[in-house]
């Protein structure tokens, strides 16, 4: 069982920086993938980064590709999502989940392969 809590939302400025933090407690992130979803009001959860703890293989939303920056520190057993250039768009609700995958899988965006999620942390990017 793992258990999620991210941290790090708030208000910013169009064009300003924020970086969003996923503890991990009840086991470490080794062998599970980890990913960064997000849910803006009236819309669907889209993913938006994910990384293989072990493999180091990762993958972006094309929305975000040169902007945001997923990485985790083993030590802290805690993920990373580094987030710059933001806009208006970039407004809602940030999770991270987790699922069990080998060394050399990447697991995709769809929502309901993950096993794992937090409470979600908003971020909100005034225009």
């Known amino acids: 069982q793992v258990q999620l809590v991210e941290s790090g939302g708030g208000l910013v400025q169009a064009g300003g920086s924020l970086r969003l933090s996923c503890a991990a407690s009840g086991r470490t992130f080794s062998g599970y993938a980890v990913a960064w979803f997000r849910q803006a009001p009236g819309k669907e959860r889209e993913g938006v980064a994910v990384i293989n703890w072990s493999g180091g293989i990762l993958r972006y939303a094309d929305s975000v590709k040169g902007r945001f920056t997923i990485s985790g520190d083993n030590a802290k057993n805690t993920l990373y999502l580094q987030m710059n250039s933001l806009n208006a768009e970039d407004t809602a609700v940030y999770y991270c989940?987790?699922?069990?995958?080998?060394?050399?899988?990447?697991?995709?965006?769809?929502?309901?392969?993950?096993?794992?999620w937090g409470q979600g942390t908003q971020v909100t990017v005034s225009s």
């Open positions: 989940a987790a699922i069990m995958a080998s060394r050399f899988n990447l697991p995709g965006f769809r929502s309901e392969a993950y096993s794992y």
